[in-house]
């Protein structure tokens, strides 16, 4: 069935460093992907998402470029911020069956220090 | 303004005891859904309704029920049939019309079995 499936954490960065978070999937047709953020205690947000192949999705100075090549879907910032400490989750809008509407991989935890 | 409003905000509960999570949505959206979070595990999907008075299984069902008796609301009650109730639980909503996969989350419930 469909899986996304995003790099383990936590993933420890100083301030101003860049980031890379990397996300595959795997899906029967061209699903939309997307990147989801959930800061301290609270839901998840939108913060970026691509509906076919070579969109780019870009928010905040995140982006993430749809590969389906590599059925890829990698989160960059080139500099990142404390505030940006949060977890991140990819995930795809899965088309039928009983899983509602999307998947999402396990998040990973990001951690920026001053 | 618009958005999905989950109440409690933190809920304890002594073994045995059902309790009920509420989620309503202002947004008009047709389709809503219940997730639980546990560290180190991502989202999984407890149920899902996509219309007023239907809703579907998700991943995780058992020791949950739902109801979807008016379009804005979508409580969860956690049963004491539920043998690891404590988790964070997040409801979510998306609409239909274009719908390009998007969803809409709530700020969250933490429950705590005693």
């Known amino acids: 069935g469909d899986s996304v499936t995003q790099m383990e954490g936590p993933v420890t960065l100083s301030e101003e460093a860049f980031l890379t978070i990397n996300c595959t999937y795997t899906?029967?047709?061209?699903?939309?992907l997307f990147w989801y953020v959930q800061y301290p205690g609270e839901g998840l947000q939108l913060l970026l998402k691509?509906?076919?192949?070579?969109d780019k999705g870009s928010n905040k100075g995140f982006e993430a470029t749809y590969r389906k090549e590599t059925t890829s879907f990698h989160l960059e910032k080139g500099s990142v911020q404390v505030s940006d400490s949060a977890v991140y989750f990819c995930a795809l809008k899965y088309y039928g069956g009983s899983q509602g509407n999307l998947i999402f991989g396990k998040g990973t935890k990001l951690s920026v220090k001053p | 303004d618009g958005g999905i409003t989950q109440s409690p905000k933190y809920l304890f509960r002594k073994e045995g005891q059902n309790v009920t999570l509420s989620c309503e949505q202002n947004l008009n959206h047709d389709a809503m859904y219940w997730y639980r979070q546990d560290p180190g595990q991502g989202l999984r999907l407890i149920y899902y309704?996509?219309?007023?008075?239907?809703?579907q299984k998700g991943d995780i069902a058992e020791g949950y029920s739902v109801s979807r008796e008016k379009k804005e609301s979508f409580p969860l009650t956690v049963t004491s049939a539920q043998k690891n109730p404590t988790a964070f639980y997040l409801c979510a909503s998306s609409g239909t019309s274009g719908n390009t996969g998007e969803l809409f989350f709530g700020e969250g419930s933490r429950l705590t079995v005693l």
């Open positions: 309704s996509q219309i007023v008075n239907d809703f």
């Open positions: 899906a029967t047709g061209y699903p939309s």
């Open positions: 691509a509906t076919k192949a070579d």
